[in-house]
């Protein structure tokens, strides 16, 4: 099993930057896939960024390519995500996700097993 934990979220303003961690227990978090989703007020969750487990592979959602950095430490069991140039629609909860599932799989949101309690992420204009 693995235990999930967000920090970083806060208020930024339009343009601003922000980098998120989640860190993780256990003894094989190498073995996860990780993603970043995010949940806007009204609006279905949806998969920000993933990432291999050996870090070799990612993905990112169209509207989040050039501006978001998904990476991760396996030696520190952490997982990031570098927001930069944010908009006030990138305003939502972020959480950070794993599955044991391989990484053709990274897309699958029932193939998600462990989640964090979530970070705020606001972005005023």
């Known amino acids: 099993q693995v235990q999930l934990v967000e920090s970083g979220g806060g208020l930024v303003q339009s343009g601003g930057s922000l980098r998120l961690t989640c860190a993780a227990s256990g003894r094989t978090f190498s073995s996860y896939v990780m993603g970043w989703f995010r949940q806007a007020p009204g609006k279905e969750r949806e998969l920000a960024a993933a990432?291999?487990?050996?870090?070799?592979?990612?993905y990112y959602a169209d509207s989040m390519k050039g501006r978001f950095t998904i990476s991760r430490d396996n030696a520190k069991n952490a997982v990031y995500l570098q927001m930069n140039s944010l908009k006030p629609e990138d305003t939502a909860v972020y959480y950070c996700?794993?599955?044991?599932?391989?990484?053709?799989?990274?897309?699958?949101?029932?193939?998600?097993?462990?989640w964090g309690q979530g970070t705020q992420v606001t972005v005023s204009s």
């Open positions: 990432i291999s487990n050996g870090g070799g592979s990612t």
């Open positions: 996700a794993a599955t044991a599932k391989s990484w053709f799989y990274y897309s699958d949101f029932r193939g998600y097993g462990y």
